[in-house]
Structures are given as C-alpha cells and as structure tokens.
C-alpha cells in the first residue's frame, strides 16, 4: 500500500500524457475515408475505457480480498476504484457519441457496442444504488463486493463479447476491422500505447486520492 | 514482352489510383502547416498542466491532513 503515496508514477503519467497531448495532434496519421482527422480521437476516447478498466479490474481484486479478510480498508478502496471507473466510463461514452455523431452520422444510434455499453453502465449505477440503500457497514460492504464481483464480468461480456458477434459500427465489431490491424500504423502505436498507460494510472491517482479521503473520514466517524 | 507491358501498365494504373484514393482524404494538413495548430495544442497543455497541478496540490494538502492524525 506504501505505493499510492509515492510520487514518481504520479510524474510519470502526467509526462506521458503531456506527451500525448503534444504528439498526438503533430505526429501523422493515416488518410482514411470518413474518418480523416478524428482518428486522433483513439488517443482520447479509447484510453478512457482502458483507464475504466484499470480502476474496475482493481475493484474486483479488493472486493475479493475483502470477502477473504473482511478488512474495512479494502471494502472502501474497492467503491472508490468504482466510483472513479464510473466517471471514467461516462467520459468514454461521451466522447463515443461525439465521435460517432461526425463518423456514424448520429450522436446515438442504437448500435449493439452503444446500447450495452449503456446497460452495462446500468450496472454499476445500481452498484451505487446498492451500496447507498443498506445502512448497515458490514451488510452493506459483504453484499456490495459480492455484486461487484459479478458485475465485473457481465460487463466485461456486454462491452467486449457481445458487439463482437453482431454487426456493429464500432471498430473491431462484426467483422469490421479493428483499428489494430488496418487503420493503425505504427506511428499511431507510439502515441496510443503511452496514452492508454498514462490514463490508467491518472484513474489510478484519482481513485487513490478519494479512497485517502474516504479513509480519513473512515477514521473520524470511528473515533465518534 | 507485351505481357510485362501490360502488367506494368496495370500496376502503374494501380499505383496511381492509390495515390488518388490517399490523396482525395481531406486531411488538416493546411491547418498543421500554417502553424495554428500549435495554439490548440498549447492551450490544452495549459489546461493539462493546470489540472495535474491541482491533483498534486490536492495530493499534498492530504498528506498533510493525514501526518496530523
């Protein structure tokens, strides 16, 4: 745990993205059709969703490890990685409808990878429903680890597995190809991998910064 | 002999026709080029700059609070 107080992954993400920022708009990219200048968006959009998982896939680590300890401080970094993987993915949508408003033509346009990603963030809306019904800490904790646990993969499948074997408009879905293998060159790789790692672990600070507040107000509401 | 004309030509015809399909992409190259770019680029370096100054300030604000206990 000694790790979210340390500073140099902070610096190191925040250099990266600067980096990002900068060679992300001067470095080339490929002339495709329809798309033209918006695939630098896969610099943006896509590493929301990577840092989403970071956080989530984090969750799910410290829900389980809370079911085998039952150690309070797991349970509340667990909601936090939640918390901030939730606004992540909000971020991800959004920036999804731009994109797809000036590539697909409509801002929604009920394709399978947009209607369950919406479902899927159903799901951890009503983690959050769940959590702020039960009153009880331990209740509240136990029965909210074991729902992230299960929520985890569903949403994994919704957003990953399931676009995949219907047709979709969304890049690597129904055998439309994914940006990895055309659209992507090497170029793009060299600004997209840092991204992707500089998001996460900007996901990363944030849900640390909250779980510390958390904690402390974890600690003053205990002392009472 | 005719055959590797003609295939050449093909090829040729084929090259050419791909330069046109890459070329046709309208691309912000003008943009880029003028130099204006960069002004966009600044900007959102400034916003980024600002916001990971905050997140370290909050950072440190906390370590503060969290020494006093």
Redesign the interface.
Known sequence: MKFIYQTWWKVLAVLLLLYTLIAGFLLGVPRLPILHETIRNVYFHVPMWMAMFAVFTISVIYSIKYLNTGKEKYDLIAVECVNTGTFFYVLGLITGMMWAKYTWGEYWSNDPKQNSAAIAFLLYCAYAVLRNSIDEEQKRAKISAIYNIFAFPIMVVLIMVLPRMTDSLHPGNGGNPAFGKLDMDNHMRMVFYPACIGWCFIALWIATLRYRIRLIEYKNNEIN | MRKIFVLAFLLLGYITAFARQ???????DAM?GSGK?YV??AV??II??GL?IY??S??RR??K??KE?
């Open positions: 890459n070329g046709g992409v309208e691309m912000a880029r770019i966009v680029i959102i370096a980024f700059i990971a997140l370290f909050i950072d906390l370590k609070i969290e206990k």
